[in-house]
């Protein structure tokens, strides 16, 4: 067995810019209950499959850090994280169900390309429940703030942990 210490050295972890959630709390917390509200009835590994996601369309890194690691703690496996950035490649990693979902955040997450396509909409709502489904249209649009929040505010990921702010 190697005892010796890693010497790796790596980049310099950047200051967040700024720490909002100290400056804006009213803000946080009407995030947090619209958070909350958003994954009403959505299978939490779902959510997660989706929160990844868009956090990677958005270079979201805190996210990122974030929810691959909850999606971990839910029990999600390495191998369909992994994937997740090809997962229209991939799509025997996924149900028919999660592919809409993935397919519809991509949608919504990257509207620089144009309105939602009905094609896309549809292939959701024949997967969930219209209930179902505008919650997941809460879920992915809440990510999506939180992303641009963390990206904006650079917000250092790596010291997250499973279930921190739940």
């Known amino acids: 067995m190697d005892t010796a210490q890693d010497t790796t050295e790596y980049a310099p972890e950047h200051p967040a810019r700024l720490a909002w959630t100290e400056h804006a709390p009213e803000v946080y917390k009407a995030m947090v209950r619209l958070d909350i509200a958003a994954r009403q ?14 956090s990677q369309l958005n270079h979201c890194a805190f996210c990122l850090d974030m929810h691959t690691k909850d999606a971990l703690a839910a029990g999600e496996t390495v191998e ?5 950035s090809a ?14 979902a993935l397919e519809l955040t991509e949608a919504v997450t990257v509207l620089t390309d ?19 489904l505008t919650h997941l249209i809460a879920a ?13 505010t ?13």
Do not use: C
Not at 41 to 54: C, H, N, Q, S, T
Not at 80 to 84: D, E, H
Not at 116 to 132: L, S
Not at 154 to 166: A, C
């Open 80 to 84: 369909r994280i992994v994937q997740l």
């Open 87 to 100: 997962w229209d490649e991939s799509r025997h990693f996924y149900t028919e169900k999660e592919a809409a």
């Open 41 to 54: 009835g959505l299978d939490p590994r779902l959510l997660e499959l989706v929160k990844i996601r868009a």
């Open 140 to 152: 992915i649009n809440v990510i999506n703030a939180w992303n641009r929040f963390a990206v904006t």
């Open 154 to 166: 650079r917000m250092v990921p790596g010291h997250y942990t499973p279930g921190q702010h739940k």
């Open 114 to 132: 144009g309105f939602v396509p009905d094609e896309v909409y549809e292939r959701a709502a024949k997967q969930f429940e219209e209930a179902e």
